[in-house]
C-alpha cells in the first residue's frame, strides 16, 4: 500500500511539474482569430495571405507592426486565421488595429482599406473584409532617366541640398542624398522595383537637417517596392507595399 501511494505521489508531482513548465509559455502570448474574405466574385489561386496587428496611435508617424503571420493558402474565401501576440507589447491608451493583404505572385491582390480596431475590450474575433487592389498597367520601359527628389515621405524639399536619383536600364542606381555620394543597383519586373545594398559616401553635412534628410532618403529607399510614372512623363512615384508614396521625383 506504502509503494502504491509512493508511486502515485511520484505521478502526479511529474504531472504538476509538466504543468508548471507549460503556463509561463500559455501566459506568455495571446491570441487573435477570425478569418479574410473579399465580395469579388473572383476565384483565389495558391495565394499568400499576411495578417498584422499594428499601433495606430500616432497619426503623424507610420504605424508599428506588433505581431504578423502568414498563411500559404490554395482554397477559397474565407481563410481562417490566428494571431499570436505578447500581451507585453500592447500599452495601455494605445490605439490598435488588424490589417490584411492577399498576394499571388508576388503581386498584392487584395488589401484591408477599413480600420479594424481591436483590443479594446471587447472580442478577439475579427472578420476581415478586403478590397481589390487596382490591376497596375503594363509598362514597356522601366523608370530610367534622372530625377530630382521633390517630397521624402511626405516632406517637400523646399530649399537646401537637393536629393536625385539617376537610374539606368540595366538598373544601376547612383544619385545624391543632398550630401553623399549614392552608388548601388535596383532589380526591376514591371512596375516593381527593389534597391539593393546602396554605397553611401561618409561626408558630414551641416546643417543637422541634412544628415536627417540623408536618413530619411535611405530609408526610403529601403522601403519601395514600387514605381509610377505619370502620363506626361515627367513625375514619378516611388511606393512602400502599403501603397504609400515615399518618394516623389521630377525628371531633370
Partial sequence: MTIRLLRR????????????SVMPASAARMTLS??????????????IAEIRLIDASLADAPSTTIASTTIKTDRQVPIPYRLHFD???????????LQATISVDGAMWFTTTTAYPVLEGGRNQTDLVLERVPAT???????????????????????????????????????????NRVVGEASMTGNRIAFGQMAVTQMAC??????????RF?????????????????????SNAAHKPLLILRRM
Avoid: F, N
Fill in 9 to 20: 505521489g511520484l505521478v502526479l508531482a511529474a504531472i504538476s511539474s509538466v504543468a508548471l
Fill in 34 to 47: 477570425g478569418t479574410i474574405t473579399y465580395r469579388d466574385r473572383i476565384a483565389l489561386p495558391p495565394a
Fill in 87 to 97: 500581451p507585453k507589447s500592447i500599452q495601455t491608451g494605445h490605439r490598435y488595429m
Fill in 137 to 179: 498597367p503594363a509598362v514597356d520601359a522601366p523608370p530610367v532617366g534622372s530625377w530630382q527628389v521633390l517630397t521624402i515621405q511626405g516632406r517637400d524639399i523646399k530649399s537646401g541640398p537637393q536629393a536625385t536619383l539617376e537610374i539606368d536600364r540595366d538598373g544601376s542606381i547612383s544619385g545624391t542624398s543632398g550630401c
Fill in 206 to 215: 551641416m546643417p543637422a537637417s541634412t544628415m536627417e534628410q540623408e536618413r
Fill in 218 to 238: 535611405l530609408d526610403a529607399l529601403d522601403a519601395i517596392v514600387s514605381w509610377h510614372v505619370e502620363p506626361h512623363g515627367d513625375r514619378m512615384v516611388l
